[in-house]
């Protein structure tokens, strides 16, 4: 486990997909993560590569060649080295290797930066190829948030804003069987106020949206910054007997997403992909302020 610290935050990050696993607010004893009780999600904020989401059916065609990857890919079960590290920022790194090449044709190298601020925490994505042809992947972010943060408040308590891009119109999109379609566009945005219903249906995900904040009528809570990012989904889970949600809210920036419903399994045609060619790398990084 590393280590970030300032006046006012504490943060452990582990080396197992260089995963953020606490933030601590110091004054005020505040935790900001999700526990990753198994008991709702065992995760708290894995990186999602090279899928976001799912595939139809867990898998995707390359060149003729059929592949199957799970639900937001493997990264998020690999074991990182520390790259670089000082008391603010901390840089992981993982080279592929070969170790992947049944599930994803493309030799990599990841690199996920970590730097405090004051009262934020940023998050740097590289990824580099040195492969002869283009390579495909998705990536995204899928931290986890604590509701309520504080003893004796409730889900209610709570509002999502977000901030749509000023330049593009925003989409939203449904899941239907783990796969998306698009519900509607153009959307005016007011205030949410969090509630179990939300997530009845799974995520809520949105195309261009530059910020998501997650605020207590007391005014503690996250804001995270995606500015340039394609996608946000915004998840908890729902149990549909009982109608409630679990007690965490994950805002979730992405460069990619789940299949389409009439996908055609072609990987290099998939909704959203990216695409590296020979010794470029991928650039991307967002920011999350805990108040």
């Known amino acids: 486990m590393r280590r970030l610290e300032n006046n006012h935050l504490l943060i452990q990050i582990n080396e197992r997909g260089a995963e953020v696993r606490e933030v601590l607010h110091k004054e005020s004893g505040r935790q900001y993560m999700w526990s990753g009780d198994p008991a709702y999600w065992g ?6 590569f090279p899928i976001v989401g799912r595939l139809k059916n867990d898998q995707y065609k390359i060149d003729g060649q059929t592949y199957e990857l799970t ?3 493997f990264l998020r ?3 990182f080295d520390v790259h670089e590290e000082t008391k603010h920022t901390v840089t992981f790194q993982y080279e592929s290797k070969g170790r992947h090449i049944e599930q994803y044709p493309y030799e990599f190298t990841a690199r996920i930066r970590y730097e405090l601020s004051e009262n934020g925490l940023t998050i740097s994505w590289e990824i580099d190829y040195a492969g002869d042809d283009t390579m495909y992947f998705s990536i995204g972010g899928h931290p986890a948030f604590r509701v309520p943060l504080v003893e004796g408040e409730r889900t209610a308590d709570y509002t999502l804003t977000l901030t749509p891009s000023t330049e593009h119109l925003p989409v939203q999109y449904e899941l239907k069987n783990s796969l998306i379609r698009e519900k509607e566009k153009g959307i005016q945005f007011e205030p949410i106020q969090l509630r179990p219903e939300l997530f009845q249906h799974d995520a809520m995900i949105f195309r261009h949206i530059n910020r998501v904040s997650l605020t207590s009528q007391a005014g503690h809570g996250v804001e995270v910054d995606l ?3 394609p996608f946000v989904g915004i998840w908890s889970p729902y149990d549909q007997e009982k109608g409630t949600m679990a007690p965490f809210v994950c805002i979730e920036p992405w460069y990619g997403i789940a299949d389409v419903e009439g996908t055609n399994g072609q ?4 909704f959203g992909i990216q695409t590296l060619g020979k010794n470029e790398t991928f650039q991307a990084a967002y920011t999350i302020f805990f108040k």
């Open 227 to 229: 500015t340039g990012f």
């Open 267 to 270: 990987y290099k045609e998939k």
């Open 43 to 48: 995760r708290v904020s894995p990186v999602l």
């Open 71 to 73: 639900q937001h890919g």
């Open 77 to 79: 079960d690999v074991d």
